[in-house]
């Protein structure tokens, strides 16, 4: 009986199958808008500009490159880390009353994250230090 109810549900499935076309009928009606495109030409720019700026600063395309990445980490790596650190300490707290297996799994995701979090914050200042500091 499940052999035929299983059956039965897979053919449904591939009859039910249909095309959908997607067709833009109305040019108002543009996926991006012109106002869009002229804040992402003008975001693109600004970005470019802070590039060139990093590599004018540390003398090299290649310096200045690893300095924009690793700056870009550290803005970034602050609100994924508290969003980790909030989900471990759900794991910890919450969820491991009942069970220690997660307590465990929740604390030592908040150690690695934290670990993380202070590696991303700290590695650009040991870039700047050594390239600058060193090199020259």
């Known amino acids: 009986m499940r052999k035929a109810i299983a059956v039965f ?7 039910s199958i249909s095309s959908v076309y997607a067709t833009n009928t109305n040019i108002e009606d543009e996926i991006i808008s012109n106002e869009t495109k002229s804040q992402l030409v003008e975001i693109k720019e600004n970005e470019l500009n802070s590039l060139k700026d990093y590599q004018v ?3 090299s395309d290649t ?4 300095a924009y990445i690793l700056d870009r980490v550290r803005i970034y790596s602050i ?3 508290f969003l980790g650190i ?4 759900i794991y910890q707290y919450v969820i491991g009353i009942r069970k220690l297996d997660v307590r465990d799994k929740g604390f030592s ?3 690695g994250i934290v ?6 914050q700290i590695l650009p200042l040991i870039f700047a230090i050594v390239v600058k500091g060193w090199r020259g």
């Open 86 to 89: 909030a989900v471990s300490a």
């Open 9 to 15: 549900f897979i053919i449904i499935s591939i009859l």
């Open 63 to 66: 310096y200045g490159l690893v």
């Open 109 to 111: 995701a908040m150690i």
């Open 115 to 120: 670990t993380l979090l202070i590696i991303c």
């Open 57 to 59: 600063l540390y003398n």
């Open 79 to 81: 609100p994924i880390g």
